[in-house]
């Protein structure tokens, strides 16, 4: 085909099999451009750029019109994005608008086709969401929608988009390494935002009798653009500066917080008056006796304002993990000396809010006027007059903030005294402006900006097909494909955690209806507290808690509300159990393992859901199909060790497989320890959870995989010979020992393919060769023991070591210390802690059901944390993953947490709060998979390790490459 456009001719041809395309130019010569291997497309060439155009595109994008509110003036793409795409060869398509506010003239010239119809694009994107009944079925769709926090209001919005199989990016959810907001309208949030406050302010002085600068101001979106804005704020200053404010108001002062795109925008706006940036501390000298031909600034952090309650100090690692420590000190210490706040901080429930409504009450009763300068002028009825809170975040950092404004009516007054808010801007109160769609007020530089931002990841969105499997999906970076909230008629992997926000809402709902939930956690011992006091933070759970140790119980349950102790003796009240059992609707059991399995039939019967941190036993795994068949959640392993370490592993493990890279090695050692300065004693070691289990790890077999050679390790104490010193914390002195069967956990991982797997214990260095010596001498004895069954005799220590070394229970110390030194070897350290043990001492012995279990019985107290003294926890997890360009690279999980002086130990907490979380999870229907099973997939671990954080319970992370 040969195409005549001015005098220039084009040659034009379409083949699935191979082309050339030339173009000639008559009047400046001939250029000749060849494509090869080209199939399925027919190119032809500008005759004026030299840009190829398609007449079959590659891909067609639709831009919707914007149909939320009136305001709504922005679009996602300025016509220069478009140019861009249509000369890359895309079909662009714009629904026609009248209250865009780029006319779609420039949007047609640059090359998009201006209609109605979208349906012929594969990707449809917009700034807000779309009306649900104008949602077209199977495209990829592209906007913010308002819904990874399960917001109520979007719900039925989400539920169309699955319903109608759409794919859905949210801009919201495109974020960097660091979780920073890569596509976003933040620095025109804040100026519009402090372009309307300043606005405001000459308003309110103006109510209050005072004319200034400030009236020549008008809100954002009466100016065609923020240039006009700015000369405005610029004039305002001028007149500032030759001090036409008026005296009687004195200086004014504003104080900025957060540090991001909203902060920076509104101080950039801010920089254009006769301005002066103070510290937070100097903030009071100005406010009183300041220039009043400038005005004063200051930006706060942290640091300034935020402090523990105790003694007044901040620490900002202690105030990451425990927030709720902490109290603000903005309202006594800043805000006397404030005129206006601009506020660019989001708020999280557990941190300190920066005004409460009782501040507000007091800091409008205290504040006093300025003293005019002269007679006649009216008074100021206090100085603090106005909040511009752009992040608009309701009953957030500003708590009587309760509902944001609007663009139609942007401002409202806060009456402190009757704690209402009215529009009239006269009278007693505080000036707000909380409107939550600023950037619609300067459309077209938001527009230009956004597009700016979003441009770089178009063209992976363009490759986007609903119509494929997510999982099939190529060409997306991590940008995009974390941003996709659903697809193919679900919510992702990812956000699957929003339908179990949707459930916890509905449960919360059920629960203020008058139901409440029931827990029954067996047991009162090291880690049951912090179960305890997790459930009985929320006031609509009933906690039950049984134990056979009564005075422990009544301890523990006299701290909380909402609790009932029971006392219940597992040998003996199997009827009580039960009862207790199907009176409740979840069951925790931080038993001995040994009962475990009686708790799990119960629950089996009752069909009762059941959660514990142990680990799972052939015994309980036979149990999975009877939870199936009951309908009911058992979920175990879901404390620290096993627990913690299989929601980190996991999470290496999945996001290597997802970027399709193998395991070549996993290796993970725990270790709960006495902290270093409080291990004084010979072993190194104190007791923070139970003492018999912590013996008896030492007794059990183990086998791992090292090299892709099994290793078994007998029981009866061999496994300690397998210790070796650990060097990744070397400060600590640590040495680690295999911790039982190491390859059961390939399949369930799904790393069959690792050469190397094993899991180990953490002790401090020396610790194996003197619990080796406790072997030898059968101290570490599961087995009955007849000496000390309830018809033998009353016994002492030195008679059952007597007895041990096969002497005569009168022989003297000397032959005792030397039959001893037979048995465990010329070892001095094995002997003076046998010594300091009072293994040889004449204490009767306390008759347990086996040897091991006297033994700790009587250690417990000598290897006790006392009062004041805290425990440590470090568990460390190395996988070794193969990429796809063959780099081994390791990537290294470390914990390291201890525990709080006068609180919970380490082990507790770090044991007790995933078992509480998992089985709030469980509790709330967030977690609804029946049968028995640990934390082994992502909507388990990823909430768990997420919301663990907040308890102060944090990892770090580290790679190492070969």
């Known amino acids: 085909m040969l195409a005549t456009v001015g005098s220039s001719w084009l040659f034009h041809a379409c083949s699935s099999t191979e082309i050339a395309f030339i173009k000639v130019t008559s009047d400046k010569g001939l250029n000749m451009f060849w494509l090869l291997k080209h199939k399925s497309k027919a190119l032809s060439f500008c005759l004026h750029c030299g840009h190829p155009r398609y007449t079959h595109h590659k891909a067609v994008l639709a831009l919707r019109r914007e149909d939320i509110n009136a305001w709504e003036r922005r679009a996602p793409l300025a016509p220069r994005h478009i140019q861009e795409l249509t000369n890359a060869g895309y079909q662009v398509l714009v629904q026609p608008s009248n209250r865009r506010a780029i006319h779609e003239k420039d949007y047609r010239k640059a090359g998009a086709i201006i209609q109605e119809d979208i349906s012929g694009a594969s990707i449809i994107i917009g700034v807000k969401s779309p009306p649900v009944e104008k949602l077209i079925p199977r495209k990829t769709y592209a906007f913010f929608s308002h819904t990874i926090k399960a917001q109520e209001a979007n719900m039925p919005l989400l539920d169309a988009i699955i319903e109608k199989k759409i794919r859905l990016i949210d801009y919201e959810k495109m974020v960097d390494s660091k979780g920073t907001r890569i596509v976003a309208f933040g620095q025109w949030a804040g100026v519009a935002g402090m372009i309307n406050i300043l606005h405001g302010l000459g308003l309110r002085f103006l109510a209050l009798g005072h004319h200034t600068p400030f009236m020549h101001i008008g809100m954002a979106h009466n100016y065609r653009n923020s ?159 106005a909040i511009c809170d752009i992040s608009a975040d309701t009953g957030g950092s500003i708590e009587f903030m309760t509902e944001c404004t609007s663009i139609d009516m942007p401002f409202c007054m806060y009456d402190a005294n009757q704690q209402a808010i009215h529009d009239s801007l006269e009278g007693n109160g505080i000036l707000m402006c909380s409107i939550d769609n600023l950037p619609a007020q300067l459309p077209i530089e938001a527009t230009e900006y956004f597009g700016d931002k979003l441009c770089p990841y178009l063209w992976e969105m363009l490759a986007s097909d609903a119509t494929q499997p997510f999982e099939k999906q190529d060409g997306f970076t991590h940008v995009v494909r974390n941003a996709v909230i659903a697809s193919n008629g679900s919510l992702t992997p ?20 008058g139901a409440k939930g029931r827990v029954l956690l067996l047991g009162s011992g090291y880690v049951s507290e912090p179960v305890l006091e997790y459930f009985t933070r929320d006031t609509d759970i009933e906690v039950t808690v049984a134990s056979a140790l009564e005075d422990q119980l009544e301890k523990l349950v006299a701290k909380y509300n909402h609790t009932t102790p029971v006392k219940l003796d597992m040998q003996k009240d199997s009827d009580r159990l039960s009862s207790l059992v199907k009176s409740h609707d979840l069951v925790i059991s931080l038993l001995p393992v040994t009962y475990h399995l009686m708790v799990m039939k119960e ?58 890279s193998t395991i070549e090695s996993y290796v993970s050692f725990c270790g709960g320890l006495p902290a270093p300065e409080y291990s004084d004693n010979p072993l190194g070691y104190k007791f923070s959870w139970s003492p018999s289990g912590a013996l008896l790890n030492t007794f059990r077999p183990a086998t791992y995989l090292k090299d892709g050679k099994i290793v078994d390790i007998p029981a009866g104490g061999a496994v300690l010979d397998h210790a070796r010193p650990m060097d990744f914390f070397p400060g600590f002195n640590l040495e680690g020992a295999p911790n039982r069967d190491s390859l059961k956990y390939g399949t369930p991982y799904g790393i069959q393919s690792a050469r190397t797997l094993l899991r180990g214990t953490l002790r401090y260095k ?118 796809p360009s063959g780099q081994l690279e390791t990537k290294h999980d470390s914990l390291v947490v201890y525990g709080d002086v006068g609180g919970f130990s380490a082990m507790a907490k770090t044991v007790g709060y995933p078992c509480a979380i998992g089985a709030e999870m469980v509790l709330d229907g967030e977690i609804s998979t029946k049968g028995m099973f640990g934390p082994l997939t992502k909507d388990i671990y990823q909430p768990i390790l997420d919301r663990i954080k907040t308890e102060g319970i944090i990892f770090t992370s580290s790679s190492t490459f070969s």
């Open 227 to 385: 240039a006009q804005a700015v000369q405005a704020v610029r004039d305002c200053g001028y007149e500032i500066s030759l001090g036409l404010m008026p005296k009687s108001i004195g200086p004014v002062t504003f104080v900025f917080t957060g540090t991001g795109n909203v902060s920076k925008g509104a101080q950039e706006v801010f920089n254009e008056l006769p301005c002066e940036f103070v510290e937070p501390h100097e903030l009071q000298g100005v406010f009183q006796s300041g220039d009043q031909s400038k005005v004063y600034s200051t930006v706060l952090s942290r640091h300034h304002h935020v402090v523990r309650k105790t003694d007044g100090k901040y620490d900002p690692v202690e105030y990451q993990h425990h927030p709720d420590l902490y109290t603000s000190r903005f309202s006594t210490d800043i805000a006397p000396f404030t005129t206006c706040l601009v506020n660019g901080i989001y708020w999280d429930p557990d941190t300190p809010r920066l005004l409460t409504r009782s501040d507000a009450q007091n800091l409008l009763a205290s504040a006093k006027s300025f003293d005019p300068a002269s007679d006649g002028c009216p008074e100021l009825p206090h100085r603090f007059l």
């Open 494 to 513: 990812k956000f699957k955690y929003i339908q179990k926000l949707r459930a916890n809402r509905k449960s919360a709902q059920i629960r203020n209806m």
């Open 603 to 660: 629950c089996i019967n009752q069909k009762v859901n059941m959660v514990t941190a142990s680990y799972q036993s052939p015994e309980m795994k036979e149990l999975h199909q009877s939870a199936l068949d009951a309908g009911i959640t058992i979920l175990n392993e879901i404390g620290l060790d096993p627990g913690i370490d299989h929601m980190l592993a996991m999470k290496r493990i999945d996001e290597a497989k997802e970027q399709g």
């Open 766 to 883: 020396g610790y194996a060769n003197t619990v080796k010596g406790f072997h030898k001498l059968g101290l570490i004895n599961p087995d009955p023991c007849a000496l000390l069954s309830p018809e033998a005799p009353p016994i002492t220590w030195r008679e059952l070591m007597c007895n041990l070394v096969g002497i005569a229970p009168s022989s003297s110390f000397q032959s005792l210390q030397e039959a001893v030194y037979d048995k465990i070897g010329r070892d001095d350290n094995r002997m003076s802690t046998l010594t300091w043990l009072g293994l040889f001492e004449d204490e009767p012995v306390q008759k347990k059901q086996s040897l091991v279990d006297s033994f700790a019985k009587h250690i417990e107290p000598k290897l006790a944390y006392a009062p004041g003294e805290r425990d440590l926890v470090v568990l460390r997890n190395d996988v070794g993953i193969r990429h």
